[in-house]
């Protein structure tokens, strides 16, 4: 644990004494025992988990998924929106007891605060939920993404063999790049004949690549396989979404 942390762990114990010691302070000859335990349990409360959305990390920048920002907001606004009533609670309590000399019941306070907890409990599982999703989405976008990638990759590869083979037509030069400047407008897809033709893209650019070792050669097995990926690329561009 570095200095930074022994430091706020320090202020977070101090700030704790300072509520403890405010309501014994302060306490006054009116508020009875458990109701006096009870404000200081509560308030304690409050005090933790404010300190620890502030203490845990907002964004965390080794995750891709950015998943916190989806719960970010909602969290803070469960959080604020419980303290809110938690704190009021007491503040009409000791109010009605203080100057309107009217004590709750210390069951009803107990129901309220119990009332507030599950409201904030439920807001975070809400707030878990939130971040869960973005997280769920951002995979689903990776997979669906997967196949474009390992096209442009082995388009990159059959480009780099371009390079070092040496008389390739200008026609052939000319559609191949064609063809991987355009893969950025294919958009990522779930659906199974997406998935199938990206395969069969990869497997068709492979097989080009193989034959252009001795274009001369295999001059029309290349152009049969450029045809078809022309084609594949056409079937591939037109699906837009799962």
């Known amino acids: 644990m570095n200095s930074k942390n022994i430091f706020l762990w320090l202020l977070l114990f101090l700030g704790q004494a300072l509520i403890i010691a405010g309501f014994i302070l302060f306490r006054g000859e009116r508020i009875p025992d458990n109701i006096f335990v009870l404000n200081t349990v509560i308030s304690s409360f409050v005090y933790w988990v404010l300190f620890l959305n502030y203490r845990i990390p907002w964004i965390d920048l080794k995750d891709k998924s950015q998943k916190q920002i989806g719960a970010l907001g909602i969290t803070w606004f469960v959080t604020l929106f419980y303290a809110a009533l938690a704190i009021g609670t007491m503040l009409v309590n000791l109010i009605s007891i203080n100057v309107v000399s009217f004590n709750y019941s210390f069951n009803i306070q107990i129901i309220l605060h119990g009332v507030w907890l599950f409201l904030f409990s439920l807001g975070m ?22 196949g474009i990638n390992d096209m442009k990759a082995i388009m990159r ?13 200008e026609d052939f030069i000319r559609r191949i790049n064609t063809l991987e400047e355009n893969l950025r407008f294919i958009s990522p897809s779930a659906n199974q004949e997406a998935h199938d033709l990206e395969t069969s893209f990869i497997a068709t650019v492979g097989d080009i690549g193989f034959a252009i070792s001795d274009y001369s050669m295999n001059a029309e ?22």
């Open 125 to 146: 599982w809400y707030s878990r939920h939130s971040s869960d999703k973005v997280q769920a989405v951002h995979q689903e976008q990776t997979k669906n993404r997967s």
């Open 157 to 169: 590869e059959l480009k780099n063999k371009m390079n070092s083979s040496a008389g390739l037509p």
């Open 221 to 242: 097995r290349i152009e049969n396989n450029l045809k078809n990926l022309e084609r594949i690329y056409q079937n591939r561009k037109s699906i837009y979404s799962s």
